[in-house]
């Protein structure tokens, strides 16, 4: 019960911080908003390249990719906050008051979860007036959000298990880094089928292939290797619950 | 320009650049990031070259100019948040109170900023020619590729510098960062603008001067010598050089006027 107390007043404190200051929420609401405009708009014609075959279009190809890529920057983002809290004394001064330190891991990810909730919410918005056809139907579009959201737990604890260990604002490239090549290294601009060379080889043993294939399989309507990427996205987030917990004893044992 | 003038910018200039050095992440984002952008795009995007009208069958030909833009970004975000420090630090005020001319001050840090881009652009044609890219316009369109990146790098260092004098503060100089990103992904850097198939996006890449900038490069490595693209990329770099460093010229007086 104390765990849970802690982690909603780490969270409420997140929340308010990043709903009441725009250079907070506002970078990341536009920087998936930017990256579909750029993708969707300025590669449409990347669909029409031979053997490209999904059904709902390249604006819905793109829409899976922003919408896990802002799932994971979300979660790299709330971990900026939490380098700053240590980098300003706060999280120390947390880390005294709290009876059950477990519950600040689990604040920070909860804020994390719902910051993203809005962005996706604004993307998905955005896309259906963008005119994105949806071929799946509704337990599908859950299967993509919850995607999402185990994605976004996944990055969070991943920044977290950074921020707890290094406790600086200067650790940002280290949580954004790995997960900006995770991204990136996955099929973002046409199907793993049509990837040729080192990025394909790449691609195929990438674990956000599989959640990237099975998202556009849900939102396509035809599901492909969900238990598959359900499975890494578990798995991932289980790596990191240790990681991040790791950290904290980490940053106690720092003082 | 008098030899202590020419002291003073020289002084200037190799403290900009020491002081980038000896910074890590300051020396591997502008390197390693456009670096890693065009590894990605030029093989994700590479079956794009099978579009019809496509005008190389190598994209990472066609992606090489892409870098130059970036680095001179990176260039405007360091020299724009060094200076920032400098006048956060007090270092500008102490500055004021020596000989030392405020024009020196400029032409120093934006000289640390083009000796960056030179090392940018050796890099990025490297790197290039590593990976097989066969530079159209041949040795002397490598020599021009050096001239525009020093342009790029004197217009936007100055205009990271206008930022800074203006704002005097390193995090609104980096706020910046992502508005001139917006430019770079809406223009033509991944696929030519007679291929962009969303009417409002090609016209918004059409009126985006950054276009201009990158078809420059991209015609000197895939197409030989295009004078329009040339003249258009010319044109554009040399206005946003000259705007960007009176600008600067003026906030940095008014600056010094305040300290």
Known sequence: ?255 | MTDAFADQVGLLARRSVVRTARQPANVVFPFVFPLLLLAVNSSGLKSATSLPGFPTDSYLAFALAVPFIQGALFATMNAGTDLARDIQTGFLNRLALTPMRGTALLAGQLGGVMAMTVAQTAVWIGAGLLLGVDIASGPLGIVVLFVFSLLLGLGFGAIGAFLALRTGSGEAVQGMFPVFFVFLFISSMAIPRNLIEIDWFRTATTLNPVSYLIEAVRSLIIIGWDAEALALGFGIATLIAAIAVSLSSLALRTRLTRS
């Open chain 1, 1 to 255: 019960m104390r765990t849970l107390s802690v982690a909603q007043g780490v969270a409420w404190r997140v929340l308010h911080n990043v709903f009441t200051n725009p250079s907070l929420l506002i970078p990341s609401l536009v920087f998936p908003l930017f990256f579909f405009v750029a993708f969707a708009g300025g590669l449409s014609r990347i669909g029409q390249v031979p053997g490209f075959d999904y059904p709902p279009g390249y604006t819905a190809f793109q829409f899976v990719f922003v919408l896990l890529q802002s799932a994971a920057f979300g979660g790299v983002f709330t971990g900026f906050g939490i380098a700053r809290d240590f980098e300003s004394g706060f999280g120390r001064r947390l880390l005294i008051s709290a009876p059950h330190r477990t519950g600040i891991v689990l604040g920070y990810a909860a804020a994390a979860l719902v910051r993203w909730l809005l962005t996706a919410a604004v993307v998905t918005a955005v896309a259906i007036i963008a005119g994105m056809q949806v071929g799946g139907n509704g337990v599908d579009l859950f299967g993509l959000y919850a995607l999402g959201l185990i994605l976004n737990l996944a990055a969070i604890l991943w920044a977290a298990g950074v921020a707890l260990r290094l406790r600086t604002m200067q650790a940002g490239p280290v949580m954004q880094m790995p997960v900006f090549l995770l991204l990136f290294f996955a099929p973002v601009y046409v199907p793993l089928a049509l990837l040729q060379g080192w990025i394909h080889d790449v691609a195929r043993v990438n674990p956000i292939t599989r959640m990237l294939e099975a998202g556009r399989g849900l939102l396509a309507g035809t599901p492909t290797e969900v238990g598959l990427a359900f499975g890494v996205a578990v798995a991932l987030v289980l790596a990191f619950s240790l990681w991040a917990l790791r950290g904290l004893r980490s940053a106690e044992q720092a003082g």
